[in-house]
């Protein structure tokens, strides 16, 4: 061992617990004024040219730690650099005894290092100069135009990529960086906003407190933060972003929180009294608001997605919180619900199949409406893939795919987008560029005559952004009347037979109505209600929907036959395109189906000629009911 010690190059030095010498090598006299007869002393009394004056703390927390511990400290007089290491060693007990410090000359590695950057500056600042001159040539030479601006925008995207990955030295860029990228440009003016938002079920605590210290540090904007709690986590999330320096969360009140609304409000506020972040929030205020909503939320219990506690399967298929409500009903509505764990993995599946794209309000209900499409078919990503095989997608992935919804980087999958499209050619621009621009005068009459009365703000702007929706909203308003008058649980439960409500159409207007009895179903599914109208008697037949199922069964398509059109889902006839008698080739719409906010157009298989249509708008169908018959 001492033979060792003595041919080794690295300058070492043992230390007891009392930092009493017990052995060194020769290289370390280069650092300490040691000679042999030193063994035995204390290291504090020996004279060092270390230009470091927290040694003796560093080696004290090595014992008390057990872990090591490394400096970069230099030498008085001297220009090279030392990196010290301070490591434990222990004794047969396994308690520590003492400390290893050694100290390797790093000068020369530290010299090529700062070559290497000085080669790497170099070369980016050359790649950047070829970058703009390229940049330059285009912008002068091409023909203004999509293909122009698809070139010179790929020359900039490459430019902030080169620039990024050359901050990092050619090391993985991670997400933090990325962001950092796209908003610094955006870090000047008062009143602007960044909005942390998305999918952040998988904004975990420490990916929260990452995210907002680095937006805090580079950018000058406030942040705002939101977060639905589907995993359980999401008040962490919250309290770390806090701690970060986030500018502003939102949170639910305490009876409206949790699972997939926001995280709970009360709780956060007392997380933080008596922190330096202490919002001042009054508890009984929030407990007396609390209370309220939880009266409130009681007439809504049938809508609610029955998710009983916290749900990490969200980290498998990534669905927003407010998805994942509105996917259960959908899948509820279409006889699905047994199957949901199989809709939340052809969710994941689904969104793997359109390139892993960021999923908000409309992207994630296309996401959804596609997972359900495969659940009720049972159809793999493999199946809608195969381009052998004829897929009813529903309208809002083709109108996705077309590019209706913006593209997202690098693209859609193509094969996927070929096979949605059928032929049709995709948008490749922002698609609210090709709008045509609107006559509001024009339009607002439009819009009174449908709804037959003159047209508000409201309704006006309700039109021109969701036009069939608005539609069927004013074809039901005129069905049904002002419903708005009813009392929450009479809208959505109905009356008891023997209670009586008051509706106020207007001041001074009120209808006193009394229900006294309902007949049984007909076979046309229709019952008979018998109630008071202000006294005088009424009688009135409206449909019941629970009676759909005892209705007529409609005959099955026959699996692999081209010649029959089968329903692919449950739900609705929305329109029929043809007639019987007509001509159609491959790929021509026979008609479309609705459920549950899901619209799904059905093409012909082959050229032939319809010749049985066995539906109309407004029939209700099951999964696999024969529609229509081609020869």
């Not at 090591?68 to 396994?94: F, M, Q």
């Not at 157009?601 to 029939?619: F, I, P, Y």
Request: aromatic content about 6%.
């Amino acid at each position: 061992m001492e033979n060792l010690f003595q041919s080794t190059q690295i300058a070492t030095i043992f230390l007891d617990r009392n930092l009493v010498i017990r052995s060194f090598t020769p290289a370390v006299t280069r650092i300490f004024s040691l000679i042999p007869s030193d063994r035995g002393r204390p290291l504090t009394d020996i004279v060092s040219r270390l230009d470091h004056q927290n040694l003796e703390a560093d080696m004290r927390a090595v014992f008390a730690s057990g872990e090591t511990i490394e400096r970069s400290v230099t030498l008085a007089g001297d220009n090279g650099y030392y990196l010290a290491r301070i490591l434990p060693y222990r004794g047969n007990d396994n308690e520590i005894d003492g400390v290893v410090v050694t100290f390797v000359d790093i000068t020369n590695i530290l010299a090529a290092e700062e070559q290497q950057k000085v080669l790497a500056a170099e070369l980016s600042h050359r790649v950047k100069n070829s970058l703009a001159v390229v940049s330059s040539i285009a912008e002068r030479t091409l023909e203004d135009g999509e293909s122009k601006d698809c070139f010179v925008s790929r020359l900039h995207a490459l430019a902030q990529t080169h620039e990024l990955l050359s901050r990092t030295q050619w090391t993985e860029a991670s997400l933090r960086d990325l962001i950092l990228a796209e908003l610094s440009p955006h870090a000047v003016g008062d009143g602007d906003n960044v909005r942390v938002s998305g999918p952040l079920v998988l904004l975990k605590p420490r990916a929260a407190r990452l995210l907002v210290t680095a937006l805090k540090a580079e950018v000058g904007l406030p942040i705002h933060l939101h977060t639905h709690d589907t995993s359980g986590i999401a008040s962490g999330s919250i309290l770390a972003a806090g701690l970060a320096g986030v500018d502003a969360v939102d949170l639910a009140m305490d009876s409206m929180s949790g699972l997939t609304s926001q995280p709970c409000l009360g709780s956060v506020v007392e997380a933080l009294r008596h922190d330096e972040r202490d919002t001042g929030l009054d508890a009984g205020v929030i407990c007396d608001l609390s209370v309220y909503w939880e009266a409130v939320r009681a007439q809504y219990a049938a809508f609610e997605s029955d998710l009983k506690a916290g749900a990490s399967e969200v980290y498998l298929h990534e669905m927003p919180g407010g998805q994942f409500t509105n996917l259960k009903e959908q899948a509820r509505s279409l006889g699905l619900d047994s199957r949901w764990h199989e809709v939340a993995r052809a969710y994941r599946a689904a969104n793997d199949l359109f390139g892993d794209i960021v999923k908000v309000t409309p992207s994630s209900k296309v996401v959804g409406d596609m997972a359900l499409m495969m659940v009720s078919q049972d159809l793999s990503p493999a199946d809608v893939l195969d381009p052998d095989r004829e897929i009813a997608f529903p309208a809002s992935v083709v109108e996705m795919l077309h590019g209706d919804l913006g593209q997202p980087p690098g693209g859609w999958p193509e094969a996927l987008q070929r096979k949605a499209l059928k032929g049709a050619e995709p948008i490749r621009v922002r698609p609210g560029s090709l709008l045509p621009d609107a006559d509001l005068d024009a339009e607002r009459a439009k819009v009174g005559r449908i709804r037959g009365e003159p047209a508000s703000e409201q309704d006006l702007a309700s039109y021109l952004m969701y036009p069939k929706v608005f539609s069927d909203f004013a074809g039901t308003s005129r069905k049904y009347g002002p419903v708005s008058i009813l009392p929450t649980p009479v809208y959505f439960y109905g009356m008891p037979i023997g209670s009586e409500i008051t509706a106020t159409l207007e001041r001074g207007k009120s209808l006193v109505v009394r229900l006294q009895a309902v007949g049984e179903v007909d076979e046309e599914g229709q019952r008979r209600v018998f109630f008071e109208l202000n006294g005088q008697p009424r009688i009135v037949r409206v449909p019941d929907r629970g009676a759909v199922a005892s209705l007529p069964a409609r005959r099955k398509a026959e699996e692999g036959n081209d010649a029959h059109l089968a329903a692919p889902m449950s739900g609705s006839v929305s329109t029929v395109a043809v007639q019987q008698g007509q001509s159609v080739k491959a790929g021509d719409v026979l008609l479309t189906i609705e459920a549950m906010k899901m619209e799904m157009a059905l093409r012909s298989a082959r050229d032939g000629t319809v010749s049985q249509v066995l539906v109309q708008a407004g029939s209700l169908i099951e999964a696999k009911d024969l529609l229509m018959t081609l020869v």
